[in-house]
């Protein structure tokens, strides 16, 4: 090998979600140079309030250096906001921002549902205020950032679920964010985006996954925002994708309106720790060479 010349794949074809998440973060490698061949999604799941649990789940990823393994990031509804804070920040936050602020009733009132004064979520709020004042989300980081951010949206007129990526404004995240969330009845009319109406992701598309796989992913972790009636995570193995899916490992009574900020707090401790368990006990047994990853 010549002086200057790119070192050969540090991982190889034959290896599993965490050893190619963790043989990245040993190599020190970034989204924008990689020197292997994979593409490892990270795949949000929706669920209203249920999202503390994924944003405990993202925030452990950041605080465990796991960021920059991944290329692309797929949120659906609540996952959406989670996936956003990710890729923008790493998630350092993402979790707080449920019992501090999604908590009171700017968020979900049903006094302003019965009053009619306006609908039961108020995503605007979230948007407008808290990802703009409250707590600054860097829109910049996404529309420039090195890992791509995609976000799961149903279309009104056909049913069918669509992926937004690639937008150059705040304002524009900002709308796709609330179409992802916008579940009908509960958070008002449908948001218009590019002349069409678009409504809950998770209607049409729940978990990203499929679309994940079709879509390139070699290697895909999904944080699920449902509670497994046994504890530990699910590795599934493909024709194709290799995946690794997580849930919380205790069922802290959290549903998709809840709005107790202590169990909203507890939810995204139990997603923590469902992602803290999973990387320190498998850790042990990855081959952290990886058939020759460098350090």
Not at 23 to 41: E, G, I, L, M, T
Request: net charge positive; aromatic share 6%; with cysteine.
């Amino acid at each position: 090998m010549s002086a200057g010349e790119p070192m050969a794949d540090p991982i190889g074809e034959g290896h599993d979600v965490l050893d190619v998440i963790f043989c990245r973060r040993r190599s020190q490698s970034k989204p924008a140079s990689r020197r292997d061949p994979h593409r490892v999604a990270l795949v949000v799941e929706g669920g209203g309030m249920r999202g503390a649990y994924t944003a405990g789940m993202v925030d452990a990823l950041a605080r465990l250096g796991l960021r920059d393994s991944f290329d692309v990031v797929y949120g659906t509804s609540a996952g959406a906001f989670s996936a956003l804070v990710f890729a923008a920040k790493g998630a350092r936050g993402a979790s707080s921002i449920y019992p501090e602020f999604l908590s009171g009733a700017q968020f979900i009132s049903y006094r302003r549902l019965r009053s009619g004064s306006g609908p039961l979520m108020n995503l605007r709020y979230l948007t407008d205020e808290v990802l703009t004042c409250k707590r600054p989300l860097d829109f910049d980081e996404v529309c420039d950032g090195d890992i791509s951010v995609r976000l799961v949206a149903t279309s009104l007129a056909s049913g069918r679920p669509a992926t937004f990526s690639g937008l150059r404004t705040s304002d524009d995240w900002k709308i796709v964010l609330r179409a992802s969330a916008c579940v009908p009845l509960l958070a008002g009319r449908p948001v218009i985006f590019r002349r069409a109406r678009w409504i809950d992701g998770s209607i049409g598309e729940r978990i990203a996954l499929p679309r994940a796989a079709r879509e390139g992913a070699t290697h895909v972790l999904v944080l699920r925002s449902r509670c497994a009636s046994v504890v530990g995570e699910r590795t599934i193995r493909t024709a194709q994708t290799r995946v690794l899916s997580i849930r919380p490992r205790t069922d802290c009574g959290v549903g998709p309106l809840t709005t107790s900020a202590a169990m909203l707090a507890e939810a995204s401790r139990s997603g923590a720790d469902a992602v803290f368990r999973v990387f320190s006990r498998d850790a042990r047994k990855v081959r952290l060479d990886c058939g020759g990853c460098v350090g």
